[in-house]
């Protein structure tokens, strides 16, 4: 079988998009298993309260400081419990994100915010969070400003000591 000039030039044009098309293709696989992630976070309607590749160099709470020392988290004053447990609920934490209206109809019941900051490893600054205790449920400021509601007992976020 014989090809004309214009069935060699469509042979050649066909095959220049088969090799563009394999070249892009692990790409474009990788670009859509990443967008998977989000997505199945917000589908379940949970947002992060701190960035998902970060970890916790240092956390200070309203009256336990959390540092690092070697491989080991120390708490000071000592509190009862295990610090890397309560540092590890810290960065696991995620809630569900709390719209502006329903912000400003909560807003007259928040009263005394406590301050949280995070060290994260990589970071200059730490986050500075502001959580509210509401009778049902806590009230957090995430690292991009956004307002999260989650239910966890007192202990969780905040020791005994």
Known sequence: MKLSRKGWNNIIIIGVLLFLAMIQLPELIQQRLMQATP???????????????????????????????????QSEPVIA????????????????KIDSETFAQLNDKLASPRSVEVWLENHEEPYRLTVYQLPQFWLLQNWQGEWLAITVEASYLFPEI
């Open 39 to 73: 997505v199945e976070q917000e589908s379940v309607g949970l947002v992060r309260l701190l960035p998902a590749d970060s970890s916790i160099e240092k956390l200070v709470l309203p009256s336990v400081i959390f540092s690092r020392h070697l491989q080991d988290w």
């Open 81 to 96: 419990g295990d610090p890397s447990a309560i540092v590890a609920n810290w960065q696991d934490v995620a809630g569900t």
